[in-house]
């Protein structure tokens, strides 16, 4: 059975950092990461950052310069790393990805930014 998983959230005051990581399990034929997303309480989902087979990176305006977003084909994981954290970047974290031609959210991972 496949899944993807996140992991890595938790609660950090501003300014403070975290590593997220998605990870892709079970029979994988093909995995084609589609991109990290975040929702906050009463918004909508919002992308965060994408990165291609590539390795060519993009990242939302807000998070840019303070994000990274990184991937290990050999182990179908991608990170976000975190850093200058703010009490906006509140949110469940989710990744999404095509496996094996379908399409797979995690469950997301909470990240709390407050002091």
């Known amino acids: 059975q496949v899944q993807l998983v996140e992991s890595g959230g938790g609660l950090v005051q501003p300014g403070e950092s975290l590593r997220l990581s998605c990870a892709a399990s079970?029979?994988?034929?093909?995995?084609?990461?589609m991109g990290w997303y975040r929702q906050a309480p009463g918004k909508q989902r919002e992308l965060v950052a994408t990165i291609t087979s590539g390795g060519t990176t993009n990242y939302a305006a807000f998070v840019k310069g303070r994000f990274t977003i990184s991937r290990d084909d050999t182990k179908n994981t991608v990170a976000l790393q975190m850093n200058s954290l703010k009490p906006d970047d509140t949110a469940v974290y989710y990744c999404?990805?095509?496996?094996?031609?379908?399409?797979?959210w995690g469950q997301g991972t909470q990240v709390t930014v407050s002091s």
């Open positions: 079970g029979t994988i034929f093909n995995f084609y990461f």
């Open positions: 999404n990805a095509i496996i094996n031609s379908r399409g797979y």
